[in-house]
């Protein structure tokens, strides 16, 4: 791999590896200080819901995207 290519990687990786670097700092502050969910919740437990919830969020999106 010559320099060229590993500078392209670098600057693939680096906005989500500055994106992991945030969530993880966001997910441990919130369990360090012990911050109300209802105030900011945790990166993991907002994922979680996402998941679980993403037929109603992704039905919610079309119905409101359909209408022009």
Known sequence: MDAGMKRE????AMPWLAMAVLL???EICCVVFDVPEIILPRPSKVFVVFYNRFDI??????TRCGRR
């Open 57 to 62: 969020l992704m039905s919610f999106c079309w």
């Open 24 to 26: 993880i700092i966001w």
């Open 9 to 12: 990687a670098l600057r693939l």
